[in-house]
């Protein structure tokens, strides 16, 4: 019988700066290794570092259950803090674990449903719309919330981020909390396969634990390949407590 053939993996690497919207102080850097197989996005490991570069927490994303709303599982160090969003049965449930102990909820199915990193996926999924002028809503799950709320995404225009055409995007929150909660901006390259910049609230909260960060971060113009190797080795890091601020 003839054999079967391995998959052909392959992993990416690029690292976001998050400043403070003045862009005056770097707050934390947040590597990203993606990994692939068969050209198919598969998983992504995250390293967040402190200015002066100690690794404080990490993000690991599945992409299996779902490209839009991927599972993963995020864990600070300074905080004690665990949050995440998890499959079973085809039904989705979003989970923390801190001071206040577990709590975990399953969702409802939206068909829209939208979590972390799978925001990326929803953009590319839904460019022509966009560029259309198209307003775009979603479910986002906020594993902190034990809930996901309605979004709206909107094109706000061209832009230009290091010399590059860009085209710049809104969210914002549906309903009366749209009133209170700030925007978030992202920027896309004019062909859409790439995060320039994102302004707005983090997924990082500040060091007491009360607030996230509201941060620019800025993403390189391309990635690079890297080994495997590499991003086994981001997975075994050893996280520790140190301050943003």
């Not at 399953?106 to 259309?132: H, M």
Request: include cysteine; glycine fraction near 8%; proline fraction near 4%.
């Amino acid at each position: 019988m003839p054999g079967i053939a391995s998959a052909v993996e392959s992993v990416r690497f690029e690292q976001g700066q998050a400043w403070d919207l003045q862009k005056k102080r770097l707050l934390y850097t947040e590597s990203h290794w993606t990994r692939f197989e068969n050209n198919l996005l598969s998983e992504r490991t995250v390293l967040y570092r402190c200015a002066d570069g100690t690794p404080f927490a990490r993000k690991e994303i599945s992409y299996s259950p779902s490209r839009l709303a991927p599972a993963f599982e995020f864990k600070d160090a300074r905080l004690g803090y665990r949050e995440g969003l998890r499959w079973k049965n085809g039904s989705a449930s979003v989970w923390f674990a801190g001071t206040e102990g577990y709590k975990e909820r399953q969702l409802q199915n939206e068909g829209t449903l939208v979590a972390d990193a799978g925001f990326d996926g929803f953009i590319r999924s839904r460019w022509p719309q966009l560029l259309s002028d198209r307003r775009q809503q979603l479910q986002f799950a906020v594993p902190s919330r034990l809930d996901s709320y309605g979004f709206h995404l909107q094109r706000v225009g061209a832009a230009v981020y290091r010399e590059q055409a860009a085209q710049t995007f809104r969210l914002g929150l549906d309903g009366w909390l749209g009133l209170v909660a700030p925007d978030i901006e992202v920027t896309y390259n004019n062909s859409g396969n790439r995060l320039l910049r994102f302004k707005g609230l983090s997924n990082i909260r500040d060091d007491d634990g009360n607030a996230s960060l509201r941060a620019l971060i800025e993403f390189p113009l391309t990635d690079r390949e890297v080994p495997v190797a590499e991003k086994n080795r981001a997975q075994s890091v050893l996280l520790k407590s140190c301050q943003l601020s």
